[in-house]
C-alpha cells in the first residue's frame, strides 16, 4: 500500500526567500543604495563596483527575481534603477523595510567617487553637444518640442502660484531665453543660469533685444556652484540633460524658498532613441512616477500637472511641487 504525498506549493515561499537572498550580499545592499535615485546601465555599474561584467549581472538578476529592481531600456541600453515596493503584495512590507534600512547606508568613498566619475562622463557628453550645436540647438529641440508647444501650459501652471508682487525666479537651463520674457513680467528679479557660455549668449541676445531689465544671467552650474534661492524654480526641457536628475532635483529643491514651487516642464518617457544623437539627451523622458518619487525624496509636494500629446509621438508633462516647509531630507544623502 503506497501513500499518495499532496502536492504542496511553494510559490509563495520561494518569493519570500528570493527577497532574502537578496538582501543578504553586502554588495547587493550597496548596488541598491546607490540606484536610490539614479539609474544605470550593467557597464557603470561594474565601474562602480569595480567588479566584472559578468559578476556585476549576476548580482542584478538575483535583485531582480527578488522583485528589488526595474529596467527601462534607453536607447541601445537598458538602465536599472529600484522598484518600488508595494505594501499589498507577499513581501511588500519586507521590501519598504529593506529599501528604508539601506538608505541608512553610507556607500564606500571609493564607491562614491567611481558614482561622480560616472555623472561627470555624463555630464561631459551633454557639455560637449552645447558647445558644438548651440547655433543649431533651437532647431534640433523643434524637432521633439518647440517652446511655443508647451508655453500655454507653462504659463497656465506659474498664473497659478499666485505668488506675491516681489517674488523671484530661477531659471536652470534657459535655452536661447524664450521663457525669460514671461517670467521678467510676473516676477520682481529673475535669474538664469546655464553651465553653457554659448548657451548663455543666446539667452543675452534675448534679454537685450527684449530690454529684460530685471534678468541676471549667470555663468554656473546649478547643481554644484552657488546660487541664489527663489520663490519659483522653473527647468524647461533640462531634466532628460542632466547625468543624474533624482539627484538634480534634491539638489534644485534646496534652492526653492519655503512656500515656493520647483516648475518643471519634461518629456514623457518614449522609446525614440535617435533624440539621443540628434538633441543630446541623456534620458528618453521619463515616467510620472519617477518625478513624483524623486521630488518626494528631496522634501517637494505634487500640485497641479498637465499634459501635452504632440503630433509627433511625444508627450510632455508640465507639474510643479511646492516646498511647504523646511525639511531635513533635503541635506541626507
Known amino acids: 500500500m503506497s501513500l499518495r504525498i499532496p502536492q504542496m506549493s511553494f510559490d509563495d515561499s520561494d518569493q519570500l526567500a528570493a527577497l532574502c537572498k537578496a538582501g543578504g550580499d553586502s554588495l547587493r545592499l550597496n548596488v541598491l543604495r546607490a540606484l536610490a535615485s539614479d539609474s544605470f546601465g550593467v557597464l557603470e555599474l561594474a565601474q562602480i563596483f569595480a567588479t566584472g561584467q559578468s559578476g556585476i549581472s549576476h548580482h542584478l538578476k538575483v535583485l531582480n527575481q527578488a522583485g528589488l529592481l526595474a529596467t527601462r531600456r534607453e536607447g541601445n541600453a537598458i538602465f536599472y534603477r529600484r522598484a518600488l515596493p508595494q505594501s499589498d503584495n507577499l513581501g511588500g ?26 555623472h561627470a562622463q555624463r555630464s561631459a557628453a551633454s557639455e560637449d553637444f552645447f558647445a558644438r550645436m548651440a547655433g543649431s540647438f533651437q532647431a534640433r529641440q523643434d524637432m521633439i518640442a518647440g517652446f511655443p508647444q508647451y508655453r500655454d501650459s507653462v504659463v497656465a501652471l506659474l498664473d497659478a502660484l499666485n505668488l506675491p508682487a516681489q517674488a523671484t525666479a530661477l531659471e536652470v537651463g534657459p535655452g536661447d531665453g524664450g521663457f525669460l520674457p514671461e517670467l521678467a513680467h510676473r516676477f520682481a528679479r529673475v535669474v538664469a543660469v546655464d553651465n553653457s557660455p554659448a548657451m548663455l549668449e543666446l539667452a543675452r541676445s534675448r534679454c537685450e533685444r527684449d530690454a529684460l531689465e530685471n534678468v541676471e544671467l549667470k555663468l554656473a552650474d546649478a547643481l554644484q556652484d552657488e546660487c541664489p534661492s527663489a520663490d519659483c524654480v522653473v527647468l524647461n526641457m533640462v531634466l532628460h540633460h542632466l547625468a543624474a536628475p533624482g539627484e538634480a532635483l534634491k539638489q ?59 503630433k509627433n509621438g511625444f508627450q510632455l508633462q508640465t507639474r510643479y511641487f511646492s516646498r511647504l516647509a523646511a525639511d531635513s531630507r533635503l541635506t541626507h544623502r
Open 252 to 310: 534644485l529643491a534646496r534652492l526653492v524658498n519655503v512656500g515656493g514651487s520647483l516648475l518643471i516642464t519634461e518629456l514623457c518617457s518614449h522609446n525614440q532613441s535617435w533624440a539621443k544623437e540628434a538633441c543630446g539627451d541623456l534620458w528618453l523622458g521619463f515616467e510620472q512616477d519617477d518625478l513624483a518619487r524623486w521630488a518626494d525624496a528631496a522634501g517637494l509636494t505634487p500640485g497641479e500637472s498637465l499634459y501635452i500629446g504632440l
Open 93 to 118: 512590507k519586507l521590501h519598504a523595510a529593506l529599501l528604508e534600512e539601506v538608505d541608512q547606508l553610507s556607500l564606500p568613498f571609493d564607491v562614491q567617487a567611481r558614482i561622480a566619475a560616472v
